[in-house]
């Protein structure tokens, strides 16, 4: 029973679509955080929202990528125009104490 | 220099032996330390925090912090092959103000019977 639901679990697409990435936070949580985790590495931080306002994006976060939080509970991902490097699992994160629960994530695979 | 290393392993004990992982960040003034436990195709799910010098044990668990050094250590005693799993190092950097978890690469760990 996961804090964190994620939407959809996996998804495929052809490389130059976009997709949208769906995070619902089970109770209400100030701060929420996108991360990103590749085959072999650890998650990296994407960006992070204190309710509303996003506060700070990794420079990983390249201009084809937008993330909003607009009534500060959930928190949508976008990337737009897709590439195989997109490919990767994002997770959703929201603060347990001073660490991380994690959802179930997002698999991303382009195609 | 990444901001927090590990050895990606895999690291393999018998069951019943004592797991030592081990994990070094580059930011001095960081103060809060975490272990993650994430098994095949699951999220990380957070098994220990530490924030002093010393040791912090959580059942089979402990969890060393030395920031003189710069690393922080799990032990994981009494090995079983369900703590098969690559383990997280994270560290919260003191620099920007902002709360941000960075986390290594992980290492592998390998339980056998």
């Known amino acids: 029973d996961t804090g964190v639901s994620q939407d959809p679990r996996h998804k495929i697409t052809k490389r130059g679509q976009n997709v949208t990435f769906r995070c619902d936070p089970i109770?209400?949580?100030?701060?929420l955080y996108w991360y990103r985790q590749t085959l072999g590495q650890g998650p990296e931080f994407l960006t992070y929202f204190q309710n509303e306002a996003q506060l700070e994006k990794s420079r990983l976060l390249s201009d084809r990528f937008s993330a909003e939080r607009p009534k500060g509970s959930f928190s949508t991902l976008e990337i737009q125009r897709t590439e195989q490097g997109d490919s990767a699992m994002y997770l959703c994160a929201t603060p347990i104490g001073d660490g991380m629960f994690f959802g179930s994530g997002t698999q991303l695979s382009v195609l | 220099q990444k901001e927090v290393e590990q050895n990606s392993g895999p690291l393999s004990v018998p069951e019943g032996a004592i797991a030592s992982l081990n994990c070094t960040y580059s930011d001095r003034g960081s103060q809060s330390f975490f272990w993650y436990r994430q098994y095949s195709g699951k999220s990380p799910e957070l098994i220990m925090s530490?924030?002093?010098?010393g040791d912090k044990e959580d059942g089979r668990f402990t969890a060393q912090l030395n920031k003189a050094s710069q690393y922080v250590s799990l032990l994981i005693r009494d090995s079983q092959p369900s703590d098969s799993a690559t383990y997280l190092c994270a560290v919260v950097p003191a620099s920007g103000g902002s709360y941000i978890p960075t986390f290594g690469r992980g290492t592998s760990l390998i339980v056998h019977p």
């Open positions: 530490i924030y002093s010098n």
């Open positions: 109770s209400e949580h100030n701060r």
